[in-house]
T-cell receptor
Framework: DTGVSQDPRHKITKRGQNVTFRCDPI?????LYWYRQTLGQGPEFLTY????????KSRLLSDRFSAERPKGSFSTLEIQRTEQGDSAMYLC????????????FGPGTRLTVL | AQTVTQSQPEMSVQEAETVTLSCTYD???????LFWYKQPPSRQMILVIR??????QNATENRFSVNFQKAAKSFSLKISDSQLGDTAMYFC?????????FGQGTRLTINP
């Protein structure tokens, strides 16, 4: 059984560019979460999906951020007009029904905005 | 809103010693889960141990055990017979209905 995968693992971009990250959850995990982790800090919740429905978004998710999970399987997180403050590790996690009482994390995508 | 506090930014012990990491949390919910996650250097987050709030018995997983004090909102992790591979960041986390809320982390170093 493969774990949660994320692509790319590293992304370096210039300020003002758009970037998109992908997350593939563990199969049959119908909840998928995005978190952001800055250096030396704990992860912070961004948003989560149950199947294709986006059920909660953090206030951290500004209008430059958008997440989708169109078919209830993989998810994408897009950041438009990147800023240096967006530099962080973006973590994806998935969780199985029925209790959703454990989240399995992917390796993360490390974003560096120059 | 829930908050999780880890008051020990760094800890260091000798191999084979026992170490306890502290965590306190704040919530008005009655049903929730508490977790300790381990994040080794440049590696992904993995679950160490989970505690359901409705269970009075403290969770144990091999060398890892917790001391869950619900009334005090305290959730400490004890690592017995520590090993070099235990070196990592450790995060305490709270989950109510959906998302995880993490503490700031404790950097644990096991010295040979």
């Amino acid at each position: 059984d493969t774990g949660v995968s994320q692509d790319p693992r590293h992304k370096i971009t210039k300020r003002g560019q758009n970037v998109t990250f992908r997350c593939d959850p563990i199969s049959e995990h119908n909840r998928l979460y995005w978190y952001r982790q800055t250096l030396g800090q704990g992860p912070e919740f961004l948003t989560y999906f149950q199947n294709e429905a986006q059920l909660e978004k953090s206030r951290l998710l500004s209008d430059r951020f958008s997440a989708e999970r169109p078919k209830g399987s993989f998810s994408t997180l897009e950041i438009q007009r990147t800023e240096q403050g967006d530099s962080a590790m973006y973590l994806c996690a998935s969780s199985p029904p029925p209790y959703y009482n454990e989240q399995f994390f992917g390796p993360g995508t490390r974003l560096t905005v120059l | 809103a829930q908050t999780v506090t880890q008051s020990q930014p760094e800890m260091s012990v000798q191999e084979a010693e026992t170490v306890t990491l502290s965590c306190t949390y704040d919530t008005s919910e009655n049903n929730y889960y508490l977790f300790w996650y381990k994040q080794p250097p440049s590696r992904q987050m993995i679950l160490v141990i989970r505690q359901e709030a409705y269970k009075q018995q403290n969770a144990t997983e091999n060398r890892f055990s917790v001391n869950f004090q619900k009334a005090a909102k305290s959730f400490s992790l004890k690592i017995s017979d520590s090993q070099l591979g235990d070196t990592a960041m450790y995060f305490c986390a709270f989950q109510g209905a959906q998302k995880l809320v993490f503490g700031q982390g404790t950097r644990l170093t096991i010295n040979p």
